[in-house]
């Protein structure tokens, strides 16, 4: 199976997403028009850039990005996938690219006055934080009226990571991200707590469960999804237990059992600690005649 999409998100700022699952070698090719940048991030396997009816040629390894700019001539996009390789393309005008990095361009080299008229190329690692968003822009499942929201945000993510200086504190620690498979394995956990979060596993059955160890499930969940394990549940518990209020259909004491509360006292207090008021004061706000 193979698979070459084309995104715009805006005028002049296109994602490629370029999918390879088959037994032989895939060839694309695009016409990209002088001024515009590329950025190639090779997700996995391998692919390899041809230039000038192949006289040239530029290889895209796994983990591996490429940058490309010749604001001097075109540089048509002429690429070989290898089999069972991803590859994500994002290609931008120099102008809507220099409007959002002007007030940090003297940081990002080729932007710089002396630089601006110059052709550029340079190869880089990807990051773990650019590998989860690259996972993701395969591993997704939107409304499609919510597509294209999706992948403008994604695209200007993995801009904005590209060019961090200093990359997450944990990212030397935690290179078994760029594996997409973890990140599934990440987010399998999150579907399990969510499923159970009435009576939810420990961590440690939690990690054999989807088989990482409770250091890669405790660092990668945080990284992926911005906080521990139980502190998502907890936010997650919370918003169930005030839509269960919304919903009239139940009281209080009900709806701190169905998300895992033994006893109310327990369910107030986190309602409270979430929230900053009671549910039963919740419920009076939004229905004032109780």
Request: charged share 25%; net charge neutral.
């Amino acid at each position: 199976m193979s698979s070459h999409d084309v995104i715009t998100i805006e005028e002049d700022f296109t994602l490629l997403r370029f999918q390879n699952d088959g037994d032989e070698i895939l060839h694309r090719q695009r016409e990209v028009k002088s001024g515009l940048i590329q950025f190639h991030f090779g997700l996995k396997g391998k692919a390899k850039f041809n230039f000038n009816h192949g006289n040239y040629a530029l290889d895209l390894k796994e983990e591996k990005s490429l940058l490309l700019y010749n604001p001097q001539k075109e540089l048509p996009l002429d690429l070989e996938i290898a089999p069972n390789s991803w590859v994500i393309s994002v290609i931008i005008s120099i102008k809507k690219f220099h409007n959002l990095f002007s007030s940090e361009a003297n940081y990002i080299t080729f932007l710089s006055d002396e630089n601006k008229d110059k052709k550029y190329y340079k190869e880089g690692d990807i990051s773990p934080s650019m590998a989860i968003v690259l996972s993701q822009l395969f591993h997704y499942n939107l409304h499609p009226s919510i597509k294209n929201l999706y992948y403008k945000g994604k695209g200007y993510e993995l801009l904005s990571l590209y060019f961090n200086r200093t990359e997450d504190p944990n990212a030397e620690q935690c290179p078994f991200l760029i594996d997409e498979e973890n990140v599934l394995k990440i987010k399998k956990a999150k579907e399990i707590i969510l499923a159970n979060m009435a009576e939810p596993p420990s961590l440690q059955e939690l990690a054999d469960e989807i088989g990482l160890t409770l250091k890669k499930l405790k660092m990668g969940f945080k990284q992926i999804y911005g906080d521990t394990v139980y502190g998502f549940l907890f936010d997650y518990k919370m918003d169930s237990a005030r839509k269960l209020l919304d919903s009239g259909s139940y009281n209080v004491n009900e709806v701190g059992l169905k998300i895992g509360y033994s006893t109310g006292s327990h369910f107030i207090a986190a309602f409270k600690k979430k929230f900053g008021t009671t549910p039963k004061k919740y419920l009076m706000a939004i229905n004032p005649n109780m």
